[in-house]
Structure formats: structure tokens, C-alpha cells
């Protein structure tokens, strides 16, 4: 049997485990300073071990979990007194930040031109900051969060990124040493507790009114580019991945619909394409397109098929048509088509034509307008006679009879005027 001992000097408790080896020797295991809780454990470890060693019998599961997790320090004492093998000696593999983002990038396979570009870009920002011969298991979270205020900070040779471009980078090296995390080359991730903020940017959100995109529309040279900013706008379509294989044979002219397929989410069954309605601003632009179309055409916009120089030519366009560029040039196209549809449609529909979440919505896309404003501003006298459905009584019979079509309330029951009259039965007291 074992027994603990301790001793209480300057250095606190510390304690120590007591036993009689087989050839009757006194052998001592000093533990050091730790918890009594540690010390028992680790007293009925041993003695499991010496039993083990007496009898020639493997050493319980529990006992070879714990002799798998105990220190080097302890397990070499153990060893120095017979009842383990010493360990053997396995040099550590000193792993810099280059050679495990090469490693890591060889394995991500092939991935969509702007995933790849995200990726690059977070890439070169770390290695910049770091460089590449940093030992991978030096960098802690101080650095991290050094890291950030450098991505927010000016240089010498770029601008202070934005805190919404910030936030991508951020996230992205949270990834990149969360997967040296898992391959065992450090042991927590530096990144974990860095707050990443939201990638959201509303300062660069603008809405383009029909009006101008319709001028827009005007100065294009050929149907081609007519379609793009009309499907962008109208459509609220992704530019360009949307556009690059959308087929004649998609558009469904008598259902009044069109089949856009998503490359954005193609890994994500049952999102790999939506329906979206042919709207009315829309469709004199497709038939204009679809009539002058070459004999057999199967790509509904050709230009855009493999043309990454989009947005230099669709700045010129603008420019011709003597219009403010905005910003995001085709994302604001899509946020102001969602923004429109918002106001018309339920929510859940129009997030079904879009293709993305709620929060995405909330996040980057649905924007607060200057006609906001001026409908909140207006009195009941000043809301125009279409606008009247939403709080009128005529509207609210309409939306009834409309929403009695869909199923969604019980129809009403016409009153019928009783047989004997409009006046009130009154009964007499004679006989």
C-alpha cells in the first residue's frame, strides 16, 4: 500500500506518494505542489501500477489514461523507480506560418474565383504582417489582437482597411489557425477571443431609383449590357455569376418566370437554383433582347459568359449616360431591387427570389430611403389612392377578398334579409 506525505515550507504544501518497491526498497514519488485531489489520484495510480508490476498483469484502462496525460516530469520518475518504460523522446517539429499555410491551401481543392481571391488576399495580409519564417507556436493572442489594430491602421503603403473588410480577414485567420489547431501544431487558437465586429458596411449602401437605371439602360450600346443592369436592378440577380449560364430555355415566358441557377450555393442541396418572377419593368427588355437574338442563341447574355471587366465597362456606361456612379456598383442593383420588393411583397417571398437569409437581408442588402421619410411624413389626406389598401377601408375589403382566395380566412356570409321584412318582428300580447 501506498501512503501520501507532505510538507508545508515557503513554497506552500506540497506533497509526495510512499511505498515499498517488491525488493522491499522505500521509494519515494515527490509530486510537488498541487492539489490534495491530485495527490490521491495520483496514490491510487501507483498503486495500481505496483500491483500491476507484482502480479505481471496489463494496468487498468483508467490507469493507462492517466499515465497518457501525466507530465514528463512525473512520468520520468515513475520510469527512474521501474513501474513505467521511460518515454521515448520525440523531437518537436518546428512549423512556421508559411509552411502551414502551404499545406493548408494545397488541401482546399478547386474553389469559386472570388472565395479564392478572399482567401489570397488573407493569405499575403498575415504573412505581410507576421512573415512567412514566424515559428507558428510563437504567435499568441496579444499578437492576434496586434494584428487587428494593424488592419485598421494606415501604413506606409496602404490605407486603414475598413472595419467590415477587417472583419473578413480577421475571420478568415481565425480559420486558418483553428485548422493548425486540429493538425495538433499548437495547441488553442490565438484568434478565438479577437472580436471580429460585422462585416456589414451601410456607409457604402445607395439605392439607384428606376428612373436612373432606366437612363442607364438607354445609353447602353447593345442588348447585352441592357440586360445586365436590367437584370441586376429588376431581377436583383448576382453580377456575374448569375448571368454567366443563364439560358433562353430558362426564361418561361407563359409562367412568367425564369430558372436562375446559383453557383454561390451549388454545395448546398436544394439551393443550387431559385425561381424568380419575370417582373413587369423587366420584361420589355427581355422580349427587346430575345427578338433580336441570333437564330438558335442559347445564352440569354453572352457578354457576360467568362467576362471578369464587368464593372470598367458598366462605369463607362454610366459615365455616358451622365449619371453619379455609386458605390458597389452591382451589389447596390440587387440591395435596391430587394429594398423595392420589400415594400410590396411579404417578406418570406421575396427572400425566396432574392436567395439569401434574413440576416443576410438585415445585414447588407435592405436599405432605408428617402421615400421612407416621406411617407411617414405625409397625412392621411396626402396618401396616394394606391396607397390607400393599407389602412382604408376599401383596401382592407380588397385585401380580405384576396386573402379569402388564397384560403388564408374563411370567406364571409352574405347576411339575408329575413322573409318577413326589414322592420323588427313584434310579437303582440292578445289572444
Known amino acids: 500500500m501506498a501512503t501520501i506525505g507532505s510538507e508545508t515550507g515557503a513554497r506552500g504544501t506540497t506533497y509526495r506518494v510512499l511505498y515499498v518497491d517488491p525488493a ?13 485531489r491530485i495527490a490521491e489520484t495520483a496514490k491510487v495510480r501507483i498503486e495500481e501500477l505496483l500491483a500491476a508490476k507484482i502480479a505481471g498483469h496489463s494496468i487498468q484502462p483508467e490507469t493507462a489514461v492517466w499515465l497518457a496525460k501525466v507530465g514528463d516530469v512525473i512520468h520520468e520518475k515513475l520510469s527512474r523507480v521501474g513501474l513505467v ?12 506560418l508559411g509552411q502551414h499555410l502551404e499545406t493548408l491551401f494545397a488541401g482546399l481543392g478547386s474553389q469559386k474565383r472570388n472565395t479564392k481571391l478572399n482567401y489570397d488576399r488573407a493569405r499575403r495580409l498575415l504573412e505581410e504582417h507576421f512573415g512567412k519564417d514566424r515559428r507558428l507556436d510563437s504567435i499568441h493572442e496579444g499578437d492576434a489582437d496586434g494584428y487587428k489594430a494593424w488592419l485598421l491602421a494606415p501604413t506606409k503603403d496602404r490605407k486603414a482597411f475598413a472595419p467590415a473588410s477587417a472583419s473578413v480577414d480577421l475571420r478568415r485567420a481565425r480559420q486558418f489557425f483553428k485548422a493548425a489547431v486540429r493538425r495538433r501544431l499548437i495547441p488553442m487558437n490565438p484568434f478565438d477571443d479577437v472580436k471580429c465586429g460585422s462585416q456589414a458596411n451601410t456607409s457604402r449602401q445607395a439605392f439607384v431609383s428606376q ?9 447602353c450600346p447593345n442588348n447585352d449590357w441592357r440586360l445586365i443592369f436590367a437584370l441586376a436592378r429588376y431581377a436583383g440577380l448576382r453580377v456575374p455569376s448569375e448571368l454567366d449560364d443563364l439560358r433562353w430555355s430558362d426564361i418561361h415566358w407563359d409562367r412568367h418566370r ?13 439551393h443550387e437554383e431559385r425561381i424568380v418572377p419575370i417582373f413587369a419593368e423587366l420584361r420589355p427588355h427581355l422580349e427587346k433582347a430575345f427578338d433580336e437574338a441570333e437564330e438558335g442563341a442559347v445564352y440569354v447574355v453572352p457578354r457576360a459568359r467568362g467576362d471578369r471587366n464587368l464593372r470598367r465597362y458598366a462605369e463607362q456606361t454610366i459615365k455616358k449616360a451622365g449619371v453619379k456612379a455609386w458605390p458597389k456598383l452591382f451589389v447596390n442593383l440587387r440591395s435596391s ?15 425566396a427570389w432574392i436567395g439569401h437569409t434574413a440576416r443576410v437581408a438585415r445585414s447588407h442588402y435592405l436599405q432605408t430611403t428617402d421615400s421612407d421619410f416621406d411617407r411617414a411624413a405625409q397625412t392621411p389626406a396626402q396618401i396616394p389612392a394606391h396607397a390607400a389598401s393599407v389602412g382604408g377601408s376599401q383596401g382592407q375589403s380588397a ?12 370567406p364571409r356570409r352574405e347576411k339575408q334579409i329575413p322573409s318577413t321584412g326589414i322592420e323588427p318582428v313584434t310579437f303582440s300580447s292578445g289572444g
Do not use: F, N, W, Y
Not at 526498497?25 to 490534495?36: A, E, F, H, N, S
Not at 518504460?85 to 512556421?96: A, D, H, I, N, S
Not at 425564369?258 to 436544394?270: C, D, N, S
Open 258 to 270: 425564369m430558372t436562375i441557377r446559383v453557383p454561390k450555393k451549388a454545395h448546398l442541396p436544394g
Open 337 to 351: 431591387r430587394e429594398t423595392e420588393l420589400m415594400e410590396r411583397h411579404p417578406a418570406h417571398v421575396v427572400l
Open 85 to 96: 518504460e521511460p518515454r521515448q523522446k520525440v523531437e518537436k517539429v518546428v512549423v512556421t
Open 24 to 36: 522491499g526498497r522505500r521509494q519515494t514519488i515527490r509530486l510537488g505542489k498541487v492539489p490534495r
Open 211 to 219: 428612373e436612373t437605371i432606366e437612363k442607364v439602360i438607354a445609353a
Open 399 to 410: 385585401d380580405r377578398e384576396s386573402r379569402e382566395k388564397r384560403g388564408i380566412v374563411r
